[in-house]
């Protein structure tokens, strides 16, 4: 499947976005969908997930409190609200999907499909 984020753009300290991920040509398959970020000269990480079947969320502490993943099915779009963002949020931000249980969500080698990234720049 196809993955298409959307929403990233440059907010100051404080303020808030919501990043957007369709399924582009249908809908999302697996188990749960993610949300990663790079930032520049790092590595990629773990930042966001929910399941399908119960809505079950889990965050990474960096912003646990502050993002908040979420779905529509009838939309096949998974959303990341981000508020409160601070200037160690900017990255790119990555949807991801086709989980294959292999590790916990937090590994980014455990999903099989990544959308093209979306750039969140904040500002201090």
């Known amino acids: 499947e196809q993955l298409v984020e959307s929403g990233g753009g440059l907010v100051e300290a404080g303020g808030s976005l919501r990043l957007s991920c369709a399924a582009s040509?249908?809908?999302?398959?697996?188990?749960?969908t993610g949300w990663f970020r790079q930032a520049p000269g790092k590595e990629r990480e773990f930042v966001a997930a929910?399941?399908?079947?119960?809505?079950?969320?889990y965050y990474a502490d960096s912003v646990k409190g502050r993002f908040t993943v979420s779905r529509d099915n009838a939309k096949n779009t998974v959303y990341l609200q981000m508020n409160s963002l601070l200037s160690d949020d900017t990255a790119v931000y990555y949807c991801?999907?086709?989980?294959?249980?292999?590790?916990?969500?937090?590994?980014?080698?455990?999903?099989?499909?990544w959308g093209q990234g979306t750039q969140v720049t904040v500002s201090s």
């Open positions: 929910i399941t399908w079947s119960d809505e079950s969320a």
């Open positions: 991801a999907a086709e989980w294959d249980g292999s590790s916990w969500f937090g590994v980014a080698s455990s999903w099989g499909s």
């Open positions: 040509g249908g809908t999302f398959s697996r188990y749960a």
